[in-house]
Nanobody, 124 residues
């Protein structure tokens, strides 16, 4: 498994921006596997947000964040990032970094490695 550590969460007003980072370690990360982000709001199931291929050339997003969120990766730094713009109160959740999954997957059960999560709160 890969060890994943998220950072960058916090409190922001609606319309604002945040950038989340996920640092990976544990085995060779560069160019080896896809990575993604999920989120989970209180009382709700964990939902897919975005994913990026091992090369960084392919991405896919949940409809709810398309056009507002951008996922990117830096294999030299073993890091994946999630730039979140035009944030809405409904984006409030704990955001989790994930790895070890078949590219194209969006179901949590398909992901083998998880970070501990970082809280994002968007005030209205």
């Amino acid at each position: 498994q890969v060890q994943l550590v998220e950072s960058g969460g916090g409190l922001v007003q609606a319309g604002g921006s945040l950038r989340l980072s996920c640092a990976a370690s544990g085995r060779t990360v560069s160019g080896s596997y896809a990575m993604g982000w999920f989120r989970q709001a209180p009382g709700k199931e964990r939902e897919f947000v975005a994913a990026i291929s091992w090369s960084g050339s392919s991405t896919y997003y949940a409809d709810s964040v398309k056009g507002r969120f951008t996922i990117s990766r830096d294999n030299a730094e073993n890091t994946v990032r999630l730039q979140m713009n035009s944030l809405k109160p409904e984006d409030t959740a704990v955001y989790y970094c994930a790895a070890d999954f078949p590219f194209g997957a969006t179901t949590p059960d398909d992901f083998g490695s998880w970070g501990q999560g970082t809280q994002v709160t968007v005030s209205s």
